[in-house]
């Protein structure tokens, strides 16, 4: 009992495969010194539960043809940066003639930090996000195949966090732009970079949202979530579709961590392309602006003004102003009428209209599906740009409000009353690296002049372009300054 047979020298007999596989036969032969396996290929077959049908590859997601030839085309980025490390003064060490070195000049160090980028020609172009590579003063990328290249900065946009980069090389792996607008709840997608410096991580999700604004972020909010894992070094890198498309940049995650919990976001194909051409073609993101302030027809706005305006069905923004010699306004727009559409693209969410004026550029024509009242007009729009014009702008014609480095707020009445003062732009927060940041402008400061010229709006202050020389205002305590910036 248990005695192995001595007669099944030679006799088929079956090989465990793993979990999952099917068996694997092999022939099995006793000799004096040993036993010898004369090994099959394993196919492998899911194991089935009772309640389970048959097993249909084809009815099934493969990633693996994705995967395998995107991943050629996504980069990692080193970041060096120069950081001036002052040396603090310690009057103890003066009063005893202690030397403190320096004379009080700033140290240089370099800090490093990185990301991921996407190469999106065979001749070195990079699309990556612009925090990944804002103040840097060195850039290194490190292609799939491991080679390295010293890389160049062509344009940023901050607004989007969109940045574009190049290498010089030649016969680069790339990767196809898709659609973002035909992705759908649920689809399958690929998020591809270095996340804490692993190099070419893959990991899969499904879309689990659309035009998802994130509050406090950006200018242009209408993210793509997933719950494919990004952690810290995924940002500028691939998000990819089941073809292997590129259908968005991976940018950021929610979380109380800063490692991945669930959720990430990514800026839509729809957006990254057409700043990447206008980067690489002007030198400057050709913004077009349709003129108009508005605000989503949600409940909240049913609950709190519908009565009053006479608005009962969800949907669509209301338009709550219009820019004097705006695009809106010379097409005919009024304050109060309701946009449902643009371009046939029903306004479903807050993000939707702000995206697809996203994607044009000054001059361009849209159309809106504008409800007056009881009737549905078809309003074709001019769009302009922030200078109220249908003209391109040059490189030169630098976003003031971008330049300065900051986030704004209108002054509102009461303070304006209190500093007596007509109007002005109150500074909420100051970025490093701008100019605010570099003038020693403090937040609360409220912004009265540009160059001279009256700022009493955040239009006004979105309208202007070119180099800031002064920048006048008063502090919340009455207290007046003047910032004169010199190159």
Known sequence: MGRADPCAAGRARPIAAAAGGATAWGVVSMREHGVEYVEREVVRTPGLGTQFTAYEADRYP???????????????????????????YDPFLEFFGIPQGGGGRPDIRERRGGGSGVVISEDGYIVTNNHVVDQATKLRVKLNDGRVFDARTVGTDPATDVALIKIEAADLPTLPFG?????????WVLAIGSPFDL????????????????????????????????NP?????????????????????????????????????????KVVVDLKE?????????????????????????????????????VASVEEGGAASEAGVRKGDVIAAIDGVKIDAPSTLQEQIAKHRPNDRVKLSVKR?????????????????????????????????????????????????????????????????????????????????????????????????????????????????VE
């Open 199 to 230: 190099q070419s991580t893959i990991t899969a999700g499904i879309v689990s949202a659309k035009g998802r604004a994130i509050p406090d972020e950006f200018s242009i909010e209408s993210f793509i979530q997933t719950d494919a894992a990004v």
């Open 62 to 88: 493969d990633l693996t043809y994705a995967a395998e030839n995107a991943v050629k085309a996504v980069v990692n980025i080193e970041v060096v940066q120069e950081v001036e490390m002052r040396r603090s």
């Open 373 to 485: 009242g009881a009737s549905v007009k078809q309003i074709e729009v001019v769009l302009r740009n922030k200078a109220g014009k249908t003209e391109l702008l040059a490189k030169e014609d630098t976003d003031v409000a971008e330049t300065l480095g900051g986030r704004f707020a209108e002054a509102g009445a009461a303070l304006c009353r209190e500093l007596e003062i007509r109007g002005g732009v109150q500074v909420t927060s100051v970025r490093q690296g701008g100019l605010l940041a570099r003038a020693r402008v403090r937040k609360g400061f409220v912004i009265t002049h540009i160059n001279d010229r009256p700022v009493r709006t955040l239009q006004e202050l979105q309208r202007l372009t070119g180099k800031v020389g002064s920048i006048d205002g008063v502090y919340p305590d009455g207290r007046a300054a003047s910032y004169v910036l």
């Open 233 to 273: 070094g995924n940002s500028g890198g691939a998000l990819v579709n089941t073809h292997g498309e590129l259908v968005g940049i991976n940018t950021l995650i929610k979380s109380q961590t800063g490692s991945y919990i669930g959720y990430s976001f990514a800026i839509p194909e729809s957006i990254v392309r």
């Open 179 to 187: 659609s973002s607008d035909a992705l759908r709840l649920g689809e």
């Open 282 to 318: 002007y030198g400057v993101v050709q913004r077009a602006l349709l003129g108009v302030r508005y605000r989503f027809i949600d409940q909240q706005f049913l609950d709190e003004e519908g009565e009053a305006l006479g608005i009962d069905a969800l949907g669509g923004v209301y």
